[in-house]
């Protein structure tokens, strides 16, 4: 039996919000294949998104658009949740300590089905019951039912380039990166007033990357550990769709 699927491409833009421009790639979780990575069949950290494309070229699957995916110790490995193909590398951290990940509350990216979700940590303990398909935490929140993160100031002189990610209410999600330092209250504002997203997830600062060729971005200054990553099959013929052997 034949079966015939489509893969939607993410779509980046350039955004202005309060003076300052962002990329911004939107993508549908239902129509497009988005997932997490870290390491490679060896147990290697993929570290990049070179090595990251390389890989999957050996599939035949071709990387699309691909952003840090969430904070990471200095060997590589996350420093919360990781989850890869419905299966945990590590589990959620909920305890305390030094830095933006414990400026809380932090929070979860997750997928499950074509769906995806942010959710403070809490709460998404509370309320996901099996282990998604994949899933990173970061943190802190940006934008946490509709407010922004109580401990950002409008007025604070802290500038970095800042990346975050965010779902909408119609279940589209935003990857953004700032093009020049900007406060954590901006990136969440972006997130809440010009992209929609009644929740959002910081995921790393001056480190923050973007693998966006149709905008000119392919970031390789610095290392790291989770990637998001939309991808595409590779296939031969005229169109966006491709006929499988249904197994």
Request: proline residues 6%; hydrophobic residues 40%; glycine residues 10%.
């Amino acid at each position: 039996m034949l079966t015939v699927a489509q893969d939607a491409r993410a779509a980046c833009r350039i955004v202005r919000h309060l003076g300052t421009d962002y990329a911004v790639c939107d993508v549908d979780p239902a129509s497009s294949t988005l997932s997490i990575f870290h390491a490679d069949e060896t147990g290697r950290a993929y570290g990049g998104f070179t090595a990251l494309k390389t890989d999957l070229l050996r599939d035949q699957t071709r990387l699309d658009v691909a952003m840090n995916g969430g904070m990471y110790e200095k060997d590589l490995s996350p420093v919360g949740l990781l989850v890869i193909d419905g299966v945990e590398q590590k589990p959620i951290a909920t305890g305390e300590g030094w830095g933006n990940f414990y400026l809380l509350p932090n929070g979860v990216f997750a997928l499950s089905n074509g769906r995806a979700i942010v959710r403070e940590t809490e709460a998404y303990r509370r309320s996901v019951l099996t282990t998604p398909d994949f899933a990173t935490q970061s943190g802190p929140m940006l934008v946490i039912d509709g407010a922004v993160h109580p401990a950002f100031k409008p007025e604070s002189d802290s500038l970095q380039i800042r990346n975050g990610i965010g779902v909408d209410e119609k279940g589209i999600v935003h990857f953004a990166i700032s093009l020049s330092p900007v406060r954590f209250h901006d990136v969440a504002t972006l997130y809440r007033d010009a992209l929609g997203c009644p929740n959002a997830l910081f995921l790393d600062g001056h480190i923050s990357s973007l693998y966006a060729p149709e905008i000119g971005r392919i970031d390789e200054t610095y290392p790291m550990g989770p990637i998001i990553a939309v991808t595409r099959p590779m296939w031969h013929g005229a169109g966006s769709s491709r006929v499988e052997n249904e197994r």
